[in-house]
């Protein structure tokens, strides 16, 4: 079956610029989660989402970074006024549910770069 | 506060050698998961093992093979008889379980293998 989705695979933006990251999970997956991965370190995370709501928002770095789930499927991460201290692979991965041990499935990344 | 080390940066062994990743992680959870995860150079993580912290029975799975020791707070990884394409980076998470630790992946900085032919 597909595995999770991200596109795009690659963005380049300018500092002060809006971008948006989407996530296709796995059908059937009702927690959808993102991770933010600098070069050279583990995945940081960010939020997840159990169903449509946010179960768990703690991980976003400041109110820049904004993500939506609205019909409890698709995700789309939001920044606002990018900085380069953003330029990142923006992972996002999804699982059963996220009640604890569920093993999450990754997808290929957004690498963001900000110029 | 939960924290996962990977002390060893990178390996680099020479193939057929056995090589042992190791993992130490900090939690005050009673109940937590720890994981293993494969990041080859494409990029996509790679799910290998789940453990639960009530399980201590350690497992192998092919020329894998894993040690959770709940004493000295560490869950090591060994591959046995490497081949080069086990050259990735390879990630130790944890997550913890009933408390505010639920649902989110603790990672370590990951530990850089290279199989040399």
């Known amino acids: 079956g597909a595995g999770v989705s991200q596109t795009p695979s690659n963005k380049v933006t300018e500092k002060g610029k809006y971008v948006e990251l989407r996530c296709d999970p796995i059908?059937?997956?009702?927690?959808l989660y993102w991770y933010r991965q600098s070069l050279g370190q583990g995945p940081e995370f960010l939020i997840y989402f159990q169903g449509t709501g946010a179960a768990d928002d703690s991980g976003l770095p400041n109110d820049r970074f904004f993500a939506v789930r609205p019909e409890g499927s698709v995700s789309t991460l939001k920044i606002q006024r990018t900085e380069r201290g953003d330029s990142a692979v923006y992972l996002c991965?999804?699982?059963?549910?996220?009640?604890?041990?569920?093993?999450?499935?990754f997808g290929p990344g957004t690498r963001l770069t900000v110029l | 506060a939960q924290k996962v080390t990977q002390a060893q940066t990178e390996i680099s062994v020479v193939e057929k050698e056995d090589v042992t990743l190791d993992c130490v992680y900090e939690t005050r959870d009673t109940t937590y998961y720890l994981f293993w995860y494969k990041q080859p150079p494409s990029g996509e993580l790679v799910f290998l093992i789940r453990r639960n912290s009530f399980d201590e029975q350690n497992e192998i799975s092919g020329r894998y093979s894993w040690n959770f020791q709940k004493s000295t707070s560490s869950f090591n990884f060994t591959i046995t008889a490497s081949q080069v394409v086990d050259s990735a980076v390879y990630f130790c998470?944890?997550?913890?379980?009933?408390?505010?630790?639920?649902?989110?992946?603790?990672f370590g900085q990951g530990t850089t293998l290279q199989v040399k032919p």
């Open positions: 998470a944890l997550e913890g379980y009933g408390s505010s630790n639920t649902g989110k992946l603790i």
């Open positions: 991965a999804s699982s059963y549910y996220a009640t604890g041990g569920n093993e999450q499935f």
């Open positions: 059908s059937g997956h009702t927690a």
